[in-house]
């Protein structure tokens, strides 16, 4: 069955330090991943995704991601961080059903940024 | 602006009473979603539609009901049968049952004592 690990589940980083943040997945088919970011007490916003092709996706905000299929993972990073993106992130990947598409999400990983 | 808006942001029910909460979009979408996001469990699927007067259970459909009776809305009731329905309620839609991207409304916060 499909799955996603984000094994941090809290991270505190300086402004202006460097950030990743991990994901894992488990599917058997080609992924179709995402990472979201969700401010406290608002909807999910979508940050990038990988569907195939470049295995480094630039999206929103300054973020990257790199899909490595020998590990299993996508990656979030920022080479530097603003007190801005303090919120809490999610990866999910997408998966094709019977009845539909679907995401399953991985349990998130709440950052903090000191000034 | 196209969006997928949430109504009411906070809404606190007795226990034992339904209550719905309401998902509307502007989007043109044909496939939305309700999650359910609790404290260090992520989001999990209750129920979605793929097209209009048809629906799906997903992962944790008990307590809860739907109805999709046009393209633009989708109203999550959370009955009595729910055992913990205290939770923020997430909205998503996308293109169509082919699309994996999500778009999510504000949520709403259901608190039940």
């Known amino acids: 069955a499909q799955s996603v690990t984000q094994p941090d589940i809290h991270i505190t980083v300086s402004e202006g330090a460097s950030l990743e943040l991990r994901c894992n997945y488990s599917?058997?088919?080609?992924?179709?991943l995402f990472w979201y970011v969700q401010s406290p007490g608002q909807g999910l916003q979508l940050l990038l995704k990988?569907?195939?092709?470049?295995?480094l996706v630039q999206g929103i905000k300054g973020f990257e991601a790199e899909f490595k299929r020998s590990q299993s993972s996508f990656n979030l990073r920022k080479p530097s961080v603003h007190w801005s993106d303090a919120a809490e992130y999610f990866c999910a990947v997408g998966w094709f059903t019977g009845g539909g598409n679907k995401l399953t999400f991985g349990t998130g990983t709440q950052l903090k940024v000191e000034l | 602006d196209g969006g997928i808006t949430q109504s009411p942001k906070y809404l606190f029910r007795k226990e034992g009473q339904n209550v719905t909460l309401s998902c509307e979009q502007n989007?043109?979408?044909?496939?939305m979603y309700w999650y359910r996001q609790d404290p260090g469990q992520g989001l999990r699927l209750i129920y979605y539609?793929?097209?209009?007067?048809?629906?799906q259970k997903g992962d944790i459909a008990e307590g809860y009901s739907v109805s999709r009776e046009k393209k633009e809305s989708f109203p999550l009731t959370v009955t009595s049968a729910q055992k913990n329905p205290t939770a923020f309620y997430l909205c998503?839609?996308?293109?169509?049952?082919?699309?994996?991207?999500?778009?999510f409304g504000p949520g709403t916060r259901l608190t039940v004592t």
């Open positions: 998503a839609s996308s293109i169509d049952q082919q699309a994996y991207e999500q778009y």
């Open positions: 539609s793929q097209i209009v007067n048809d629906f």
């Open positions: 990988y569907f195939s092709g470049d295995t």
């Open positions: 989007l043109n979408h044909d496939a």
């Open positions: 599917y058997g088919a080609t992924p179709y």
